[in-house]
T-cell receptor, first 114, second 110 residues
Framework: DSGVTQTPKHLITATGQRVTLRCSPR?????VYWYQQSLDQGLQFLIQ???????AKGNILERFSAQQFPDLHSELNLSSLELGDSALYFC?????????????FGEGSRLTVL | GIQVEQSPPDLILQEGANSTLRCNFS?????LQWFHQNPWGQLINLFY???GTKQNGRLSATTVATERYSLLYISSSQTTDSGVYFC????????????FGKGTHLIIQP
């Protein structure tokens, strides 16, 4: 158990819908990262938050957004869903922000868009 | 961004065999991690190893940052070692997320 909690574990929805994925980082970790794993793109970095503020942006679509709350949990919002958004979405946390400490990953949220 | 190349892409071994997985990267790094993704999709931390050598049981890893590569050694393989092994460095800028290689898909047969 990495200590990073993600919900829901599985989610099935239809095209055009909106979903929210939730992540609670390990106790004491200030950074939260979101990653998407799909069969054709592999594991891709989406976005990082550090202590409530956006720190780095990767290959995140404009239809996707994220935030980190004062209690340090984070949410990833995916809207106007397309079939290609079906993927495993991981959250990771670390103590540090820039320069990275060791990242620990949650078990992922598997999204299926029909 | 940093480019990551892992080899071999696929590896099938018998239980008890040893293996070496390689990760080449294109830029200087200030962080490098090895992960094992098990058949259930969980990403499990193996090593945090921006440089030097570490050992954990049957697994060990070495990163030679000056030559831009890292190696993961698995000895006396077990069927539970099956899965995908990812190398994930962060470049010297440090502000970006880990960049994952495409992984090595390891199958250990009984």
């Amino acid at each position: 158990d990495s200590g990073v909690t993600q919900t829901p574990k599985h989610l099935i929805t239809a095209t055009g819908q909106r979903v929210t994925l939730r992540c609670s980082p390990r106790s004491g970790d200030l950074s939260v990262y979101w990653y998407q794993q799909s069969l054709d793109q592999g594991l891709q970095f989406l976005i990082q938050y550090y202590n409530g503020e956006e720190r780095a942006k990767g290959n995140i679509l404009e239809r996707f957004s994220a935030q980190q709350f004062p209690d340090l949990h984070s949410e990833l919002n995916l809207s106007s869903l397309e079939l290609g958004d079906s993927a495993l979405y991981f959250c990771a946390s670390s103590v540090r922000g820039q320069g990275h400490g060791e990242l620990f990953f949650g078990e992922g949220s598997r999204l299926t868009v029909l | 961004g940093i480019q990551v190349e892992q080899s071999p892409p696929d590896l099938i071994l018998q239980e008890g065999a040893n293996s070496t997985l390689r990760c080449n990267f294109s830029d200087s790094v200030n962080n490098l991690q090895w992960f094992h993704q098990n058949p259930w999709g969980q990403l499990i931390n193996l090593f945090y190893i921006p440089s030097g050598t570490k050992q954990n049981g049957r697994l060990s890893a070495t990163t030679v940052a000056t030559e831009r590569y890292s190696l993961l050694y698995i000895s006396s393989s077990q069927t539970t070692d099956s899965g995908v092994y990812f190398c994930a460095p962060t470049s010297g800028g440090g502000a970006d997320g880990l960049t994952f290689g495409k992984g090595t898909h390891l199958i250990i047969q009984p």
